[in-house]
């Protein structure tokens, strides 16, 4: 790399920065005009590449947008959706895949005491149907429905502590490690994870969440063995 591209790189993340150091501090609203690339060029004494990049960067975690004869519009950043798209780029150690199965098993733990505090009657009731689903699904013999049905199950979970953001994040984690495993690799992992999920299911409606942590603390032993996807045995 020479040196002019790297001062050039330099001080388009600098900008990018500022920029967003500006935008928060501004109180610019979700689609509020914020400047053109050629005003921002001129105003932060920069080249029109490097404006450009900048605000690259700043577009693409969310937070700007161009708009066609308008200019630059201030956005507000999808973190969920982030989080979706640049979990592909961390599978490449087993140590990330480790830190996402802890992040994962963070969230849920400390996501029972609100869920058994906030949930409402009816969240309670479609975790148990839920849970009923998982067992039909696996006495059938339709193993395929199994991890579409435990993501629903513990969305359920999460989305009954009332935030929006810890139910959406989870949802994604939970995706990304039900797609790497089967769930009911044998006869005593099938009953084992019907158990669980009605252990579970019971222990919410009880509003027992001493109970409910012990029950999702056995079902995370699986997840948290951390098997890169399309790696598992």
Not at 109 to 117: F, H, I, L
Not at 123 to 131: D, F, G, I, K
Not at 152 to 178: D, I, N
Request: aromatic share 4%.
């Amino acid at each position: 790399m020479s040196t002019n591209v790297r001062i050039q790189e330099t001080q388009s993340v600098d900008l990018a920065d500022r920029l967003r150091e500006r935008i928060q501090s501004s109180g610019l609203a979700d689609g509020e005009l914020f400047m053109t690339e050629s005003e921002l060029a001129e105003e932060y004494g920069v080249s029109r590449t490097v404006a450009r990049e900048a605000v690259g960067r700043l577009a693409a975690i969310g937070l700007l947008e161009g708009r066609k004869s308008k200019g630059l519009v201030v956005r507000r950043p999808d973190p969920l959706r982030l989080l979706e798209l640049g979990l592909p780029s961390l599978i490449d150690s087993q140590q990330d895949i480790s830190e996402l199965a802890m992040l994962r098993y963070v969230l849920e733990m400390g996501a029972v005491e609100p869920a058994v505090r906030n949930g409402t009657d009816e969240q309670v009731q479609r975790l148990s149907e839920l849970a009923v689903e998982m067992e039909e699904a696996i006495r059938s013999g339709k193993r395929q429905q199994v991890p579409e049905i435990d993501i629903a199950f513990h969305s359920v979970l999460l989305e009954m502590t009332g935030s929006t953001l810890v139910a959406g994040m989870q949802r994604v984690l939970v995706r990304f490690f039900a797609s790497s495993r089967d769930v009911v690799a044998d006869k005593a992992t099938a009953r084992r994870v019907i158990w669980e999920h009605q252990e579970l299911a019971a222990a919410v409606r009880d509003r027992d969440a001493n109970q409910a942590r012990a029950m999702l603390h056995l079902q995370a032993r699986d997840w948290l063995k951390c098997q890169k996807p399309n790696e598992a045995s």
